[in-house]
Each structure stands twice: as structure tokens, then as C-alpha cells.
């Protein structure tokens, strides 16, 4: 059975960082796509930061370039999001998901299967 389980998302001051995981389960993620979206509330979901093997790192969300990177772990079937001078705005519930292809997506659509996310809360 496939699923992502997601974990590391906490309550955090400005300025602050966190790392996000994303665990697979059925699947193994190096020949897949991955990607990180985030919703806030009354938001649509957007997509963040993907990682494949076939492209690397693909960046959608200008307002986190140079403060957030994707990295995976092979070895533990996770991918992660570390998340660096973390601001209020960054607030979100944040998801990982896979099209289940080698290719990454900017589009919630393309993507086959979601983790039940985890909160992040930036406090200013």
C-alpha cells in the first residue's frame, strides 16, 4: 500500500528553521518525484519544492528561494524539507506528495498520491 507520512512541523519564531520528512511506504522513492506543496487557510494549495532523479531539485515557490531546500535519503525512503529564516507568511499546512512519475509538477492535479500533512505555525 503507498502512503507518505509526513512529520516535523512545529510552532516557531521568525527567523527560525525547521526540517519536514517525508517518509514513504510502498514505494520506493528515488525512481519517483516528490514534491512539497503547503496551504494556508482560505489559500490554494501551491507547490513548493519538488526533487526527482531525473531533474534534481525543481523550485515553484519564488518567496522560499534561498531559504528552503529538498533533499532525500535513499536509504531511509524519505525526502526532506529543510526550511531556513522561516517567516509568518511561511505558515501553512504542509503536504508531500508524488505523481507517482519521474517528473515533477507545479500542479496539485498532477499528483497522485498526499501525505496528511503536517502544521507549521511561524510566530512574528
Known amino acids: 500500500q503507498v502512503r507518505l507520512v509526513e512529520s516535523g512541523g512545529d510552532l516557531v519564531q521568525s527567523g527560525g528553521s525547521l526540517r519536514l520528512s517525508c517518509r514513504a511506504f510502498g514505494f520506493t522513492l528515488e525512481y519517483y518525484a516528490v514534491a512539497w506543496f503547503r496551504q494556508a487557510p482560505g489559500k490554494e494549495r501551491e507547490a513548493v519544492l519538488c526533487?526527482?532523479?531525473?531533474?534534481?531539485?525543481?523550485h515553484y515557490a519564488d518567496s522560499v528561494k534561498g531559504r528552503f531546500t529538498i533533499s532525500g535519503d535513499n536509504a531511509k525512503n524519505t525526502v526532506y524539507l529543510q526550511m531556513n529564516s522561516l517567516k509568518p507568511e511561511d505558515a501553512a499546512h504542509y503536504y508531500c506528495?508524488?505523481?507517482?512519475?519521474?517528473?515533477?509538477?507545479?500542479?496539485?492535479?498532477?499528483?497522485?498520491?498526499w501525505g496528511q500533512g503536517t502544521q507549521v505555525t511561524v510566530s512574528s
Open positions: 506528495g508524488t505523481p507517482f512519475d519521474h517528473y515533477c509538477s507545479g500542479q496539485r492535479t498532477d499528483y497522485r498520491y
Open positions: 526533487i526527482s532523479s531525473s531533474e534534481g531539485a525543481v
